[in-house]
């Protein structure tokens, strides 16, 4: 069973486009993330929610619009692909947010769904 | 601004000898730092992690040591196996003693550890 688990893991597709990435986890967790990791290899949060609420919203193009239906599932809708957008993006979530006795701050991460803009 | 910096992108060790993989920090406000690992085509992992009112941490093979006053926190494995072979990812976030922190983590770029037979 795969514990975050997105889709697709790979999207190629023309610049202007519209695209989505679907993330969904089984494990019970309160906490969605979406982290883009670029070509440099870094690998940056994008947007955080917290039962269904947004909490983290970085400095992100507002091409970008983040959509949590429930707790298990945080969606990436992507308007006007740019060449920029290429990227892996990776949902991750966690059990509650930082700090708090047993909280290890531990993320849980998909696999991964990497998008090439041409 | 790079707040986590892990200044080696690779790293080659002979089997069975010990990897040091390094990280630098910025923020002295980071007070929860986490180590992850990363194989090709699939989602970093978490492996270990240190809080700032220790200065080191022990799980198995791996060991996280933090110097605040350096603002480094380094992983050493020991002994390396072939399996081991993967990006390593250093992570930091504030608010794990304060609480409120939102697991926001901020990652260095990694650094790929090689152990060869």
């Known amino acids: 069973d795969t514990a975050v688990s997105q889709t697709p893991k790979y999207l190629v597709t023309q610049m202007g486009n519209d695209k989505s990435i679907k993330c969904e986890q089984n494990l019970g967790h309160d906490t969605m993330y979406w982290y883009k990791q670029d070509s440099k290899k870094f690998l940056k949060i994008m947007f955080s929610y917290n039962n269904k609420e947004l909490i983290i919203n970085e400095t992100v193009p507002n091409r970008f619009s983040p959509k949590s239906p429930d707790k298990a599932h945080l969606n990436l809708h992507i308007n006007s692909l740019e060449l920029g957008d290429s990227a892996v993006y990776f949902c991750a979530s966690s059990l509650g947010l930082a700090g708090g006795l047993g909280n290890t701050g531990e993320l849980f991460f998909g696999e991964g769904s990497r998008l090439t803009v041409l | 601004d790079q707040q986590v910096k892990q200044n080696s992108p690779s790293l080659s060790v002979q089997e069975g000898r010990i990897s040091i993989l390094n990280c630098d920090y910025t923020?002295?406000?980071?007070?929860?730092f986490l180590w992850y690992k990363k194989y090709p085509a699939e989602g970093p992992t978490f492996l270990i992690s240190i809080s700032s009112i220790k200065d080191k941490n022990e799980d198995g093979r791996f060991t996280v040591f933090l110097n605040k006053s350096a603002k480094h926190l380094s992983l050493h494995i020991v002994p390396s196996q072939p399996g081991d072979s993967a990006v390593y990812f250093c992570a930091a976030s504030v608010g794990r003693i304060l609480t409120g922190g939102g697991n926001k983590l901020t990652f260095g770029t990694g650094t790929q550890l090689k152990v060869e037979l």
């Open positions: 923020n002295s406000m980071f007070d929860y």
